[in-house]
């Protein structure tokens, strides 16, 4: 079912467009993406179906996907813009886990999200509470606010960004991880995003990926897409994540084999067997979980590969015996193999089965259960034909790697076992490794270490060239950031504080240096909320009039910093206009930690100072007791003297 049908807009407006989701975001796809992320956010939305304000209390738009057109499949992106004035918090609590709390805030931040089924029945059902007289306390009515959607990523008008969650199959979804990152990928570069972070808490099968992958490729599933370490909690740092990594993938298999095997049979009958497997030597817990997710790779998607079944399993329910299934089977692959190995519609080799089979409910079954299966010396693939989205059957002849195996009869260990094996089983072997192995208390350091380097970071387009340009519209691009100075505070040195980054700046070549200074004051105002009425005052590195005109004035390659100060009174701007928000609590943590990385915390009753609750080792899985104190407080309260 289309997540249209959910939506409960089976009928689109006539005419409005769809896109390919494979393509979306790709350049010139919609549109060509040529200014900041500002820019080509606004640009992208002339495309979108705006909504209703009674879907969403948010200006929003959607975008119909076409997931794959046989069978139909559609899916909706909506892109919703929120206004920090109208947000029940401006701080973005992200933007200060991952270190960006000495940002401005923006103005506006756009979500993208692919809602799931069960995310759009959710909002359905609020909507339809609300309406019926539900308190709005009472319900999510906003689609942003739901959990367990496809995909959500939100990013700053200032084009940093996070991407929230991506749920791939494991979680319901019709689309894999990878499909979804791709997307993902595709938008924050046609868009011109310039950071996003990612939390990675990925689950592969009820384990943490981010440790089977790191162990096994030496980075994380998201590196390929280019996310790298950002910043760990608990103060854990790259050079620790790395050392961790190679301290687990270099643990030689015979050691452990030895200690573990003593008490657990097991574990040396999977070494075995994947050593069994492998064309090299497997001396490491590494070599054999790389391996392993190699060996998974290239294992069919479909049930299994089994050398002593003829072609395909038949169910003891099935209404054809074995024997004439075997028999279709052997018939539907010499229909093949005098095609000389090409690729043949399924209709083809139904018609030539036909002239020795007459029992067509018996081939549309075995054509249906053959796919990816061996029979004799070929394996019979199958596919759907990506442009005449028609069903194709080929054969592969694999008697080079099963000699002489007429008859099905094998003599080599390594192919009888590999072709024996199968995704169920090595996902088996995988999650006995990780349970017996890696979550053993011995590797309790350096899996933790693993787990603690969460947030992750892509530069898409970092700092914009910092040069002056002339584009063939006479138009003149200038790259300025601004220092900020409060009105109360005007001559303390460290009132001032330089906000990144550098935005573009257009200007008509004649423009002067006044014109300059409205045009990069509306830019600021427009951006961030804690400059709308900002007010620039003067050129820091530029010394100039008014009336001078700025091409031929300011170097190539030089960066402009513009003074200014805002209007309002009372606003504390180090503390209220920044991500990091009211900064009046104190983090002191026996880990290191100095400031707030979103892990619990507890606060001493006495001193008031912050710390990780797992460091002052209360677990997670215990409330935080309504008293607690630091053992400073309580070691400066032993050495008081006692009352008489």
């Not at 990612?198 to 440790?211: A, F, H, P, V, Y």
């Amino acid at each position: 079912m289309s997540h249209l049908d959910l939506i409960g807009r089976k009928k689109r407006k006539r005419g409005e467009r769809v896109f390919r989701f494979k393509s979306f975001g790709e350049p010139g796809y919609p549109i060509d993406f040529v200014g900041q992320f500002r820019e080509n956010v606004k640009a992208l939305l002339e495309f979108g179906h705006l909504e209703s304000n009674s879907y969403c209390e948010m200006p929003s738009w959607s975008f119909q996907l076409e997931i794959h057109r046989h069978p139909p499949f559609h899916m909706l992106l909506f892109i919703v813009e929120e206004l920090v004035e109208a947000s029940l918090n401006r701080h973005c609590r992200h933007c200060q886990y991952v270190g960006w709390g000495h940002h401005m805030i923006c103005n506006k931040k756009y979500h993208f999200v692919l809602p799931s089924k069960d995310t759009v029945a959710a909002f359905l059902n609020c909507e339809g509470n609300s309406k019926n007289g539900a308190g709005r306390a009472n319900v999510k009515s906003n689609l942003v606010e739901l959990q367990d959607h496809i995909m959500h990523g939100v990013i700053h008008s200032n084009g940093f960004g996070h991407l929230l969650c991506v749920n791939g199959v494991e979680m319901g979804s019709d689309l894999a991880g990878h499909q979804i990152m791709e997307f993902w990928d595709r938008l924050c570069t046609g868009l011109r995003a310039r950071k996003v972070s990612l939390n990675d808490i990925s689950q592969k099968r009820g384990m943490e990926l981010k440790l089977l992958h790191g162990i096994a490729y030496g980075e994380p599933w998201f590196r390929r897409w280019g996310y790298k370490f950002g910043r760990g909690t608990f103060c854990v740092t790259q050079p620790m994540y790395q050392k961790a990594i190679e301290a687990i993938q270099g643990l030689p298999l015979c050691l452990l084999g030895y200690h573990v095997g003593t008490s657990n049979h097991d574990i040396p009958i999977i070494f075995s067997r994947y050593q069994t497997l492998s064309d090299h030597s497997l001396v490491t817990l590494g070599d054999l979980i790389h391996f392993m997710f190699e060996l998974k790779s290239r294992l069919p998607k479909e049930n299994c590969i089994n050398m002593y079944n003829p072609g395909i399993l038949v169910e003891t329910t099935c209404r054809w015996s074995p024997k004439r299934v075997e028999m279709a089977t052997r018939v539907i692959v010499e229909a093949l193999k005098r095609t000389e190995f090409r690729w043949v519609s399924r209709q083809e080799v139904r018609d030539a089965a036909r002239a020795y089979i007459g029992d067509t409910g018996l081939l549309d079954f075995v054509l249906k259960s053959l796919g990816n299966h061996i029979v004799g010396n070929y394996l019979v693939h199958r596919s759907l034909n990506p442009v005449t989205k028609v069903l194709e059957y080929c054969l592969e002849d694999i008697s080079n790697v099963l000699p002489n195996q007429e008859g099905l009869v094998m003599t080599n260990p390594k192919v009888k076992a590999r072709y024996k094996i199968t995704r169920v089983q090595l996902m088996k072997d995988v999650f006995y490794l990780y349970k017996y192995i890696l979550r053993d208390q011995k590797l309790a350091l350096s899996t933790r270490i693993i787990h603690d380097s969460k947030y992750l970071i892509k530069e898409y387009c970092g700092e914009q060239p910092l040069k002056v340009e002339l584009s063939l519209e006479g138009m003149l691009n200038l790259y300025c950031t601004v220092m900020l100075r409060s009105n109360e505070h005007a001559d303390d040195e460290g009132s001032m504080k330089t906000m990144p980054p550098y935005e573009c700046v257009t200007l008509k070549n004649n423009a002067t240096i006044d014109e300059l200074k409205l045009e990069v004051q509306r830019n600021f105002r427009e951006m961030y909320w804690g400059l709308r009425s900002f007010v620039v005052e003067s050129v820091l590195n530029l010394n100039a009039k008014g009336t001078d005109l700025v091409f031929g004035l300011v170097e190539v390659g030089h960066k402009l910093v513009f003074e200014g100060s805002t209007k309002e009174q009372g606003i504390i701007l180090s503390e209220q206009i920044y991500e990091c928000g009211l900064n009046n609590h104190v983090v002191d943590c026996s880990c290191g930690a100095k400031d707030d990385d979103g892990e619990r915390m507890v606060s001493c009753d006495i001193c008031e100072v912050w710390q990780h609750t797992r460091c002052v080792r209360i677990p997670n899985n215990e409330e935080i007791p309504h008293i607690f104190l630091c053992n400073r407080c309580e070691h400066d309260i032993a050495l008081l003297p006692s009352l008489p």
